[in-house]
């Protein structure tokens, strides 16, 4: 979950670990697995309003389980 926002999360799709909201740059957000690395896609964002948006955008590919994951090696 990620501050006032209250954002839920799904377990990790793929390992079943916990999942959490991270930016990148202050312009860009994903979640990823703390477990497994598997994470979604990044979304982009240009004020606070976007930043929200993106967030839950995230969210919900990840309760979905759009994410990607890569095995050793790859």
């Known amino acids: 979950m990620e501050k ?3 954002i839920e999360l799904e377990e990790c799709p793929v390992c079943r670990g916990a999942g ?3 930016h990148e740059g202050g312009w860009n ?3 990823e697995c703390a477990d497994c690395s598997a994470h979604t896609v990044f979304v982009e964002y240009k004020n606070e309003e976007e930043k929200l948006e993106a967030e839950k955008k995230v969210a919900m590919l990840w309760n ?4 990607i994951k890569s095995d050793v090696g790859e």
Request: glycine residues 8%; positive net charge; without cysteine.
């Open 29 to 31: 957000v994903q979640v």
């Open 20 to 22: 959490y909201i991270m």
């Open 4 to 6: 006032n926002n209250m």
């Open 64 to 67: 979905m389980g759009k994410v």
